[in-house]
């Protein structure tokens, strides 16, 4: 099992840009696929973005892509998400999640095994 922490969180602007981090601890962080998944006001759980565990595959819901970038460093065992161009829709509870598996990248809530607490994060218009 791996603890998750996030951070970055916080209160900005429509059209404004945030980082999210979450720091992970425990299994090795490097062998497994991370995402981010959000649950607005009132909204289900929904997917955003996701990476392989070496980095060089990547998924985006179609709201987020060309806005949104998920990264990893496996050094830090820390996984990234750069939020641009932020809406008021984007307001939500981002979580990170360590997925369960090492193959391919993972993009349903059933195939993640560990979840952060969340971060908020709010866009004002």
């Known amino acids: 099992q791996v603890q998750l922490v996030e951070s970055g969180g916080g209160l900005v602007q429509a059209g404004g840009s945030l980082r999210l981090s979450c720091a992970a601890s425990?299994?090795?962080?490097?062998?497994?696929?991370m995402a981010w998944f959000r649950q607005g006001p009132g909204k289900e759980r929904e997917f955003v973005a996701a990476i392989g565990w070496s980095g060089r595959s990547t998924d985006y819901a179609a709201s987020v892509k060309g806005r949104f970038t998920i990264s990893r460093d496996n050094t830090k065992n820390t996984v990234y998400l750069q939020m641009n161009s932020l809406k008021p829709e984007d307001t939500a509870v981002y979580y990170c999640?360590?997925?369960?598996?090492?193959?391919?990248?993972?993009?349903?809530?059933?195939?993640?095994?560990?979840w952060g607490q969340g971060t908020q994060v709010t866009v004002s218009s």
């Open positions: 425990g299994r090795t962080f490097s062998r497994f696929g």
């Open positions: 999640a360590g997925s369960t598996t090492t193959m391919g990248v993972a993009t349903t809530p059933k195939d993640f095994g560990s």
